[in-house]
């Protein structure tokens, strides 16, 4: 069985990590997402995680609806941006995406202490950075009905950091030729197939 590839330059202008934190408003249509009407007025799950490396920063996340669907997003930090920087981006891009299709009850979980206490209002923001990411996600947290924030163990969030260190770590390899493989049976079987993801 023949298998087949597409060269990541082919999709170059479609790429997730090209996704910039400011997303404009009509990047999610509603009719393009598994969201219905139910799903709206019902508990929302965000997660997200930020990672900054020498290689460049990203942020993963994604949203879960009530019926169990995910919305899962790998973000390219087109700036420098520190670890505490990049999970108040994250959890930024979370809120507004939420937002963008209409959320009314949403749960955060993140994995910054930091982040989830200065939010909840346990922890000052000193820095002046901070302050105003603070500031800013205040701002956001008042689009929807409910909003809760939750720290949770790293352990719990390995989805969303995966994401994360997938635009932080290996963007690079993103602009190469790159296939992935998924092997179906073990090479010591006969007829082992191997079915290609694109």
Known sequence: ?????????????????????????????????????????????????????????????????????????????????????????????GLRIAKSIDIQLLTAYIDSQLVASQLNGSFEARDVSMQKYLELAKVLVKNFTTFEIKQIPRNRNKKADALSKLTSLLYSHFTKKFMVEVLERMSTNEDTLMATII
């Open 1 to 93: 069985m023949k298998s087949s590839f597409l060269l990541r330059n082919s999709v170059k202008g479609r790429a997730i990590a090209d996704f910039l934190v400011e997303l404009p408003s009509d990047i999610i249509k509603h009719d393009e997402t598994p969201v219905t009407r139910r799903d709206k007025d019902e508990i929302w799950e965000l997660h997200t995680d930020g990672a900054s490396s020498e290689e460049g920063a990203g942020i993963g996340l994604f949203l879960v609806s009530p019926s169990g669907e995910e919305i899962n997003y790998a973000i390219r930090l087109k700036l420098a941006a520190l670890n505490n920087e990049a999970e108040y981006e994250a959890l930024l891009a």
